[in-house]
């Protein structure tokens, strides 16, 4: 019979490569490790591992077993938390991964608003872009991930096909330019009009964006400067080193000292969401969660 805790053994050997990096991941003995290995070959009566040089890597059985392990990991969770709920228990446990901007704007009303109504559920949050993010929940790594995606994006619409979606907010972009910009007191902004601009671009899935919106209006964006910190774009556009487009969620999370907002024709669009596996859709702290986020949206 194959437990879980094998599995996710298994899961961290096939991460980090090693049973001594294994057992530092999980908190215990490297001799630990190699046992309970020993143990899940024993019940799948096949390898599960080699070893090659100095690391230990997953047979053709390994692989189809690790592929399998995050759902069954996940479903197993969803079991313990719906059977502590209805013994009364009231306790849960929600792991919340979200972009940086939705981190300082939707998740703070809604984890406030979890805790006033929900005292005994435990919620821990780390921040992550999409598509890393998605790839954390399908990993089994995170509960509800708070992500986005471009509409007309090519293969946008199956992306989380097997995933629970639930739409937040539409989140429009806005064009930023210094104070001093011939265009800071135009109010909107054709995408055109900035082609000979230094631009300064945010995370990797919004730069390819940008490219895409910018070629598609007849020219390709000059990218001077490149980060992942938001704060880090307004004020480079601040202090007059180029122009940027952010989603309004960003903008509300900075103060913008020295930068101008403009309406940018044609209208570029986010859509922000809450993601989540089915089977953890079930677990009532999951689905307070995901009320609280969209209650969090509407205001």
Do not use: N
């Amino acid at each position: 019979m194959i437990e879980a805790r094998h599995l996710r053994v298994l899961r961290a050997v096939a991460g980090t490569g090693s049973f001594s990096a294994a057992a530092r991941e999980l908190g215990c003995t490297q001799p630990a490790v190699s046992q309970q290995m020993k143990a899940l070959e024993q019940s799948a009566g096949t390898p599960l591992l080699i070893r090659a040089g100095r690391e230990m890597r997953l047979t053709q059985a390994g692989g189809a077993l690790v592929r399998h392990a995050a759902g069954i990991l996940a479903g197993l969770t969803a079991a313990e938390e719906e059977v502590a709920a209805i013994a009364g228990l009231r306790a849960g446990r929600v792991r919340l991964v979200s972009f940086p901007s939705g981190s300082s704007t939707l998740v703070p009303t809604a984890l406030a608003a979890m805790r006033a109504a929900h005292p005994g559920t435990r919620i821990s949050l780390v921040e992550a872009e999409p598509p890393r993010s998605v790839e954390m929940l399908r990993e089994g790594d995170c509960d509800v991930a708070l992500a986005f995606r471009y509409g007309g994006t090519p293969g946008s619409a199956a992306e989380w096909e097997d995933l629970v979606v639930r739409p937040l907010l539409t989140d429009r972009l806005v064009g930023l330019v210094p104070d001093g910009h011939r265009l800071a007191g135009a109010g909107r902004v054709g995408m055109a009009e900035l082609a000979d601009e230094p631009w300064i671009a945010g995370c990797p899935r919004c730069r390819r964006h940008l490219v895409e919106v910018c070629e598609g209006v007849g020219f390709t964006p000059r990218i001077d400067f490149a980060t992942d910190d938001y704060p880090a774009v307004v004020g480079l556009v601040g202090a007059g080193l180029g122009v940027a487009v952010l989603p309004e969620l960003a903008v509300e999370s900075v103060r913008a000292k020295g930068v101008s907002t403009l309406v940018v024709e044609p209208a570029v669009e986010r859509e922000v969401v809450a993601l989540t596996l089915p089977d953890l859709a079930r677990v009532p702290a999951v689905a307070a969660t995901l009320g609280e986020l969209e209650r969090a949206a509407r205001r």
